[in-house]
């Protein structure tokens, strides 16, 4: 997603602040899925574009209380909001005062410009990467499906959960003992959205080729494990240094904010995934694999 298409996206939702819209619609005006225009913008902007949504909504809102004599009820069902109370709740979080308390002359609000997005491209070593072809992939894994708005917020804990979950109830280590040892790797496998879908699958996985043991993986298909295929596809790689998931996070800021305005690939509708090696390097925590194409 070029930078023109996220201010494209922002002028949309500008144009139809006042309309009953979310990041879904917004995705399709700039002929987007919505998981992937939901996943760019949050790591282009540090919100999502539902966010950005309700905090302009908020902002003209008490503006407007400030400026005329519209009621609070008017204002809840102008700004999108379906009582008053519910307006009045979200009022208050946002500006530290009520809807009536705004009213009052003095009263102090808080003001949300309409988005600029600038980017500034720098030369030199933007960040280490290197590009691999892969034909078609297979994989057993466990699955889940999660509602798109988890991608990318820094505050859900959703995926790293699910981890632990699998972890906790020991359903990773039977994948790996498919593998010989040097070779049980595990990846974290995250499908690509289609239009008009509102949930993206997450797997936890090992690789299904002439390494893994057959009749075992054919026993855990059974018992509720998923199989998951990658068609061919070139990907971009990088390392992920860090402790813990926020590199993962900061690979995919660097990725949306920098790899792709300087080196003209974007990213394609396959399937990315991060690999967690059994002996990984010093502080590597993963690498971060990205389906993509030239523009």
Known sequence: MSVELIQQAVCYMEEHIYDDITYVETAKSVRMSGYDF???FRFVTGMT?????RNRRLALAAQELQATDLSVTEAAYKYGYRTPESFSKA?????GSTPKQAKQKGAQIRLFNPLV???TMEGGSMMDYRMEHRERQKFIALVREFPNEVAGDDNDHSIPDFWSECGRKNRVEP???LRPEGKRD???LC???KDAETHFRYGIGVMLDGDTDEEG???LLEDGYTLWETEPADYAVFSCIGTDGDCLGETWEKFFKEFVPQTGYVQTDGSDYEIYFENGRNNLFCELWVPVKKK
């Open 91 to 95: 009022f208050s979080k946002f500006h």
């Open 38 to 40: 939901h996943r760019t």
């Open 175 to 177: 994948m790996q003992s």
């Open 117 to 119: 997005i600038k980017i």
């Open 217 to 219: 993986a054919a026993r």
């Open 49 to 53: 574009a539902n966010e950005y949504i």
């Open 186 to 188: 595990v990846y974290g």
């Open 191 to 193: 499908s690509p959205m």
